[in-house]
């Protein structure tokens, strides 16, 4: 019986036939639109600041020029929510396999959460650029000792400071975005267990370190005996001391293989989603 479907699977690659393209463009329509309209919201509400300030109605400080990391993660937690479930429900209903459907969401967090993240920093150079440029002219506008400089010089400068923050950046924006999409694919697929988990497990862990210390205590309290509890309040404190040390030192290391192991365990909790009927 002759194959009707062996020119066409000879004739496309893997990218045509997978419908990434697909996807990837599916999710532009969703996430640039949110991306672009939140960075045009934040240079609206700056501007209106700064107008406000040389109006003289309020007073406008100069603040830090840096990407807006913190608000970055927090866009990509909330595109994680919706792509784990209604665009992931929505790109399966068609057929489409699951391995294009979980790439394209993890890329596609990672693309607009890092477009987000440049455009801010352009954002905030274009403010603090005419911020410096208008205040000779008002007296509302604040501009830090560390940005008086030239519109030319302070921005060289910040593009300087920012070219050496931003590998940093990207590289937590990435970590994280694996991390939050397997908590938005496990709270979709079992909300109670999952926030028992993220609840349960660090104050068991807390409680289990915890009652032993709090035993010893009550025996040194109980018998009277001050030195004692001396000694422990400070091995106690010692041992505190080791572990914020060891934690700072190779909370890189941590955060990275957290965020590897998230990865893949996304792709198996989102592989394991039904098929909509």
């Not at 590289?171 to 697929?189: D, G, Q």
Request: glycine share 6%; with cysteine.
């Amino acid at each position: 019986m002759e194959n009707r479907l062996a020119p066409l699977v000879e004739n496309h690659n893997w990218f045509t036939l997978s419908r990434f393209g697909g996807c990837m463009r599916f999710h532009r329509v969703k996430k640039l639109k949110l991306a672009l309209g939140l960075v045009l919201l934040m240079l609206a509400v700056q501007a209106l600041e700064l107008g406000m300030a040389f109006m003289g109605w309020t007073d406008f400080r100069l603040t830090s020029q840096m990407p807006d990391l913190p608000f970055a993660m927090a866009l990509v937690f909330f595109l994680a929510l919706r792509t784990a479930k209604q665009d992931t429900t929505f790109l399966l209903r068609f057929g489409t396999p699951r391995t294009s459907v979980w790439l394209s969401n993890v890329l596609s967090l990672m693309v607009y959460g890092i477009v987000y993240l440049l455009l801010s920093a352009v954002v905030n150079l274009i403010v603090g650029a005419a911020a410096i440029a208008l205040e000779p002219h008002c007296s509302g506008i604040f501009v830090p000792d560390r940005y008086q400089l030239p519109v030319l010089e302070y921005l060289t400068s910040q593009l300087g400071t920012m070219a050496e923050a931003l590998p940093s950046y990207l590289l937590w924006l990435v970590e994280y975005t694996c991390i939050f999409y397997l908590l938005a694919c496990c709270l979709r697929r079992w909300k109670a267990a999952t926030i028992i988990v993220l609840v349960g497990v660090p104050a068991l862990l807390f409680t289990l370190l915890l009652l032993p210390t709090l035993q010893t205590v009550v025996d040194a309290v109980e018998s009277g005996s001050q030195s004692e509890l001396m000694v422990l309040f400070f091995r106690f404190m010692g041992w505190l001391e080791k572990a914020l040390d060891f934690t700072v030192e190779n909370w890189k290391w941590i955060q990275g293989g957290v965020a590897f192991v998230s990865l893949v365990l996304s792709y198996l909790v989102m592989r394991g989603t039904r098929q909509p009927e």
